[in-house]
Antibody, heavy 120, light 107 residues
Framework: EVQLVESGGGLVQPGGSLRLSCAAS????????INWVRQAPGKGLEWVSAITNSGGATYYADSVRGRFTISRDNSKNTLYLRMDSLRAEDTAVYYC?????????????WGQGALVTVSS | DIQMTQSPSSLSASVGDRVTITCRAS??????LNWYQQKPGKAPKVLIY???SIQSGAPSRFSGSGSGTDFTLTISSLQPEDFATYYC?????????FGPGTKVDIK
């Protein structure tokens, strides 16, 4: 069974930093691209960042580029999101999502989410 | 970036009703259109991918159609467990943008 478990969320002050982790199991992690998607309280879904299966390429939304860093450790089956210079508008539930193989690029599996609250 | 719109933004329906939600892309996305269902406090889950392919495990009352810029999600006979918010998403080009969602609640 595919499992994605996010951790590392919490309360942080504006300007602070946080690192989210997404631990994967039940599939060959190194074969799949993974994305981060966030959802502000009461709002819709927003794509945040993506990383290829090897980690060789990374992509970011304009709203987080230069502040967030996505990475992965395929030996540990874990995805990371380093978030620096956090702002109130970064407050959201952050989900990791597996990109399906086969060309459709839909998100076949999602984690349960990690809540990040940026507030003084 | 490709903009996605959905209509309606919300709807009220009864168990057994046929429900249709539409999604429009700001440019052609071929069939790279996915539908997700999200219930309160839960992660989204995919129902339909590539516009019309049903995800394994999704009920057959869900179907999708369309190509290019206009797409539709249909629930043939609404069930109590279908009350949720539905999002479309394009996976044609990065960033993979989502529509604003359609909330389906009980009439």
């Amino acid at each position: 069974e595919v499992q994605l478990v996010e951790s590392g969320g919490g309360l942080v002050q504006p300007g602070g930093s946080l690192r989210l982790s997404c631990a994967a199991s039940g599939f060959t992690f190194s074969n799949y691209a993974i994305n981060w998607v966030r959802q502000a309280p009461g709002k819709g879904l927003e794509w945040v960042s993506a990383i290829t299966n090897s980690g060789g390429a990374t992509y970011y939304a304009d709203s987080v580029r230069g502040r967030f860093t996505i990475s992965r450790d395929n030996s540990k089956n874990t995805l990371y999101l380093r978030m620096d210079s956090l702002r109130a508008e970064d407050t959201a539930v952050y989900y990791c999502a597996v990109v399906a193989l086969g060309g459709s690029s839909h998100y076949s599996n999602w984690g349960q989410g990690a809540l990040v609250t940026v507030s003084s | 970036d490709i903009q996605m719109t959905q209509s309606p933004s919300s709807l009220s329906a009864s168990v057994g009703d046929r429900v249709t939600i539409t999604c429009r892309a700001s440019q052609s996305i071929s069939s790279y259109l996915n539908w997700y269902q999200q219930k309160p406090g839960k992660a989204p889950k995919v129902l339909i991918y590539s516009a019309s392919s049903i995800q394994s495990g999704a009920p057959s009352r869900f179907s999708g159609s369309g190509s290019g810029t206009d797409f539709t999600l249909t629930i043939s006979s609404l069930q109590p467990e279908d009350f949720a918010t539905y999002y479309c998403q394009q996976s044609y080009s990065s960033p993979f943008t989502f529509g604003p969602g359609t909330k389906v609640d009980i009439k």
